[in-house]
């Protein structure tokens, strides 16, 4: 990693530190749903750009995606949307990594 990248990192952990201390519970989880689910959609368009998937991880994903698959499940029996919404999204998303990394690893 290059060092010019660790003061921005320092600099946005710091950021996220004191903004967690300001927002209200329901704006956190917001936060935290948008930028979770968000890294999945930088893995989608980075493998879409690159048809590269060698360095992803089956087991991860299907593991993962298994979990998410659980979370969807417990916010739909309680009745919680931003549980339930977050973890469709993720769950389409890893589900299309999974899917990906299926068509584009050749098969042994």
């Known amino acids: 990693m290059p060092p010019l990248f660790w003061p921005g990192a320092i600099a946005l952990s710091l950021s996220l530190g004191a903004l967690v201390l300001w927002l209200d519970d329901a704006y956190l989880g917001l936060c935290a749903a948008f930028l979770t689910t968000g890294s999945f959609a930088l893995q989608v368009a980075h493998i879409l750009k690159t048809?590269?998937?060698?360095?992803i991880s089956?087991?991860?994903?299907l593991a993962f995606s298994c979990g998410v698959l659980l979370w969807l499940v417990y916010g739909l029996k309680i009745d919680d949307r931003p549980v339930t919404i977050a973890?469709?999204?993720?769950l389409a998303l890893a589900s299309t990594v999974l899917l990906l990394k299926l068509r584009n690893e050749p098969r042994i």
Request: net charge positive.
């Open 58 to 61: 089956l087991g991860m994903y």
């Open 51 to 55: 048809r590269e998937t060698k360095a």
């Open 87 to 90: 973890n469709s999204i993720t």
